[in-house]
Each structure stands twice: as C-alpha cells, then as structure tokens.
C-alpha cells in the first residue's frame, strides 16, 4: 500500500521518513517530492510498507503526529490523475455561441 505523507517539514529527507515509519514496520520505498527547478521539497512524500497491515498501523499511528516543529497528515495514497487534468476540452462551435459567456454580457 502507498502511504501519501503531507505536512513535512521543509527540510525533511527520505532518510526522516524511513527512520519515522520503521518504528511500525518494514518501509520498502520512501520519497520526499521535491521541486523540478530549485531542488527544495514541496512539504509531502510517499512511502511503501512491505505489507498493508503495517501500513495500515503506519496510518492509525501516524496521521495527526509531529516531525520536526509540523503537524504530518498520513494517509492511504490516491491514484495519481492522468495527465491534462481533464479541463478545458473541446467545445462546438453551438455550444460556444450558446452558453452566454463574457462576450454576450458585455
């Protein structure tokens, strides 16, 4: 089971996640995501226990505990949404001229 990790503080390592977890159980992968340009991590990671039991105890245990001076939100991971986000798609040209937008209030 994938485990989403928020609230981390800053400067927060995978090494800070593995050594949190494994006080429940066996973690097989642990990440802290970080931003493309600066390097600096965006506050959350992910990690992987070797089974979902100890993940689901990782879970009760965690959610709502410290690292660091935050507060950590820990809960079973989402699927991750596809590509393109799924907005702003096409529309037909009488759907356009329909739907009363800026152009025909003002």
Known sequence: MRIYVGGLPYQSTEQDLIQ????IGQVTFATVITDRETGRSKGFG????SSD?????????LNGSTLGNRTITVNEARERRAPGGG??????RDRRSNGGGYRDRY
């Open 87 to 92: 907005g702003g798609g096409y529309q037909s």
């Open 53 to 61: 039991d100890e993940a689901r105890a990782a879970i009760e245990q």
């Open 20 to 23: 949190l977890f494994e006080q």
């Open 46 to 49: 992910f990690v992987e226990m």
